[in-house]
Structures are given as structure tokens and as C-alpha cells.
T-cell receptor, first 113, second 114 residues
Framework: TQLLEQSPQFLSIQEGENLTVYCNSSSVFSSLQWYRQEPGEGPVLLVTVVTGGEVKKLKRLTFQFGDARKDSSLHITAAQPGDTGLYLCAGAPESGGYQKVTFGTGTKLQVIP | KAGVTQTPRYLIKTRGQQVTLSCSPISGHRSVSWYQQTPGQGLQFLFEYFSETQRNKGNFPGRFSGRQFSNSRSEMNVSTLELGDSALYLC?????????????FGPGTRLTVL
């Protein structure tokens, strides 16, 4: 079973601060996805990283896939209240095909105005 | 395109009862996956249906079952409900069902078992 551990589990910060969320595993993934889930809604895909060492930016969000494709990080610059939500990473197995992604344990972020 | 819809949004049942949840995927999507989300266990995969056939199954007891209709709509059923079945049940649809596909999630059905 592939496990994805996220840290921290909870994060409460002031508007304008920077933060980093980590997603770690002992398994290698073919790709890694990051989702954000807001209360009362399902997760929404933010980004997919595929290549080891890849860095992708989405406005104030920066995503990085580890060189060995076992871990990933999400960095938010100048957090805003609209960033509040549950952040989930999800890894696609190396075997590929129709096997489903494994979701991480989640990081609950609260940005206080 | 309309998004993934799930009905009902909220459900309260008692132990021992059974429940059926419904999911309508995005038009044209043939793969529907079901997930259980709880604070303790996170998001866990239940099963996936593609063209009316179960293609993948997670590690859940046989009390959890599902089916898919010819129009790709899917239902999941939980029999003999237990307190631990209280959770948010999410369905997600994709076109092909490949693991790397973007999954489009519905808003979920919040099930409370008393």
C-alpha cells in the first residue's frame, strides 16, 4: 500500500504570511496531483507534476515534485483568506493504467484576515 | 458543461439500516469512482465503475457495493449501517478512468449514522 503523509496536519496563519505544505512517501509515483477542498465541496485539482524536480507555479502557489518522485511541496506566498481549505496531495502509481491515485492525509489551512 | 452531481446532499440513518447514494457524472464521462472521506482516515477509494463494470475496488467490506447504469450514472449502496460509516461520500468522474486523469468531484453526500 502506498502511503502519503502530509505535514503539517493543521496550519493557522495570518493573511500575508508564507507557508509550505509537504507531501512525503517511501513510494515512487509516476505523477503527483494537488487538490484543494473547501467546506461543503469536493476536491478541485490545482496542478499535476510529472517530472522529477519539476516546479510549477499557479499565481501565488508554487508546486515542486521531488527529484526521486517520492515527495512534493506546495508553497503559498502572501496567503489570503481565499486560500483557506483542505489541501490534498495524490500520487499516481508507477504501474500506471487504471489504478487510482492514493490521497494524502491532508493539510487544513486557515488564513486569518 | 454541468458538473458532477450527487444526491442526496445530507442523510441521517440509524444503525442496521441501508442507504443508497446517487452520482451523475459530467456528460461524456464514462468512469465514476467513489470515495469515503473521514477526519481520521482521510480520503479512501471505494470502487470505480467504467461502462457498467466494476474495474477497481478498494479495501472495504462487502456491505459497500455499487453499480453503474448505461447512462453512466452510478449508485452506491451500504447495507447494515454501522456508526463508523458516518462520513462524506464523494464521487468523481473522468472520461477514461486512467489513474493520472483529472478527477472531477461532486460536492458529496454527508451520511450520519446514529
Amino acid at each position: 500500500t502506498q502511503l502519503l503523509e502530509q505535514s503539517p496536519q493543521f496550519l493557522s496563519i495570518q493573511e500575508g504570511e508564507n507557508l509550505t505544505v509537504y507531501c512525503n512517501s517511501s513510494s515512487v509515483f509516476s505523477s503527483l496531483q494537488w487538490y484543494r477542498q473547501e467546506p461543503g465541496e469536493g476536491p478541485v485539482l490545482l496542478v499535476t507534476v510529472v517530472t522529477g524536480g519539476e516546479v510549477k507555479k499557479l499565481k501565488r502557489l508554487t508546486f515542486q515534485f521531488g527529484d526521486a518522485r517520492k515527495d512534493s511541496s506546495l508553497h503559498i506566498t502572501a496567503a489570503q483568506p481565499g486560500d483557506t481549505g483542505l489541501y490534498l496531495c495524490a500520487g499516481a502509481p508507477e504501474s500506471g493504467g487504471y489504478q487510482k491515485v492514493t490521497f494524502g492525509t491532508g493539510t487544513k489551512l486557515q488564513v486569518i484576515p | 458543461k454541468a458538473g458532477v452531481t450527487q444526491t442526496p446532499r445530507y442523510l441521517i440513518k440509524t444503525r442496521g439500516q441501508q442507504v443508497t447514494l446517487s452520482c451523475s457524472p459530467i456528460s461524456g464521462h464514462r468512469s465514476v469512482s467513489w470515495y469515503q472521506q473521514t477526519p481520521g482516515q482521510g480520503l479512501q477509494f471505494l470502487f470505480e465503475y467504467f461502462s457498467e463494470t466494476q474495474r477497481n475496488k478498494g479495501n472495504f467490506p462487502g456491505r459497500f457495493s455499487g453499480r453503474q447504469f448505461s447512462n453512466s450514472r452510478s449508485e452506491m449502496n451500504v447495507s447494515t449501517l454501522e456508526l463508523g460509516d458516518s462520513a462524506l461520500y464523494l464521487c468523481a468522474s473522468t472520461n477514461t478512468g486512467f489513474g493520472t486523469d483529472t478527477q472531477y468531484f461532486g460536492p458529496g453526500t454527508r451520511l450520519t449514522v446514529l
